[in-house]
T-cell receptor, first 113, second 112 residues
Framework: NAGVTQTPKFQVLKTGQSMTLQCAQDMNHNSMYWYRQDPGMGLRLIYYSASEGTTDKGEVPNGYNVSRLNKREFSLRLESAAPSQTSVYFC????????????FGPGTRLTVT | GQQLNQSPQSMFIQEGEDVSMNCTSSSIFNTWLWYKQDPGEGPVLLIALYKAGELTSNGRLTAQFGITRKDSFLNISASIPSDVGIYFCAGLYGTSYGKLTFGQGTILTVHP
């Protein structure tokens, strides 16, 4: 049982390049989330998917797009990377119902030069 | 939007000491979660709290959901070197599709 997996673990992009961060969970969770983590700012929600087939903006969605490919997979795309998007990106998932506990992947460290 | 203030920002303690950290909110929450993050890893859930006044333990960790529903506390007893890391609180109001609000984190350093 791998939990939440993310690929790649590290990535360096040049300004203007595009890329997709991949996330998958094997816990049969309904909801999935993308966060970014910057020093001293905790984790900020970029996009989330409450259930398969739905996506919504979080706190900092500008410059990103997402796709909930199926129940297991939720990808984050940067169409034209900017240095301000240098960050560590975490994917998380949550079962539906009363429990609000989110389980996180290991993260993708992205540098945009 | 909702904001969480987590304090202290950092702590330097000796092995064996007890540790306390807290989070306060400008709004009420109905869920409080505490996470620990090791360097280069994702946050790992430590304790979940769902009811005002609730006190929950996980080994040497104890967390409480404040009576006002605007704060939460995490205590670590008899700290050990592997307690080193960043501790985050997170709160949720209503269902909000699980959209958590995170504190800025407390960086804990334990000297052997």
């Amino acid at each position: 049982n791998a939990g939440v997996t993310q690929t790649p673990k590290f990535q360096v992009l040049k300004t203007g390049q595009s890329m997709t961060l991949q996330c998958a969970q094997d816990m049969n969770h309904n909801s999935m989330y993308w966060y970014r983590q910057d020093p001293g700012m905790g984790l900020r929600l970029i996009y989330y998917s409450a259930s398969e087939g739905t996506t919504d903006k979080g706190e900092v969605p500008n410059g990103y797009n997402v796709s909930r490919l199926n129940k297991r997979e939720f990808s984050l795309r940067l169409e034209s990377a900017a240095p301000s998007q240098t960050s560590v990106y975490f994917c998380a998932s949550r079962a539906s119902g009363r429990e609000n506990e989110q389980y996180f992947g290991p993260g993708t460290r992205l540098t945009v030069t | 939007g909702q904001q969480l203030n987590q304090s202290p920002q950092s702590m330097f303690i000796q092995e064996g000491e007890d540790v306390s950290m807290n989070c306060t909110s400008s709004s009420i929450f109905n869920t409080w979660l505490w996470y620990k993050q090791d360097p280069g890893e994702g946050p790992v859930l430590l304790i979940a709290l769902y009811k005002a006044g609730e006190l929950t333990s996980n080994g040497r960790l104890t967390a409480q959901f404040g009576i006002t529903r605007k704060d939460s506390f995490l205590n670590i007893s008899a700290s050990i070197p592997s307690d080193v890391g960043i501790y985050f609180c997170a709160g949720l109001y209503g269902t909000s599709y699980g959209k958590l609000t995170f504190g800025q984190g407390t960086i804990l350093t334990v000297h052997p």
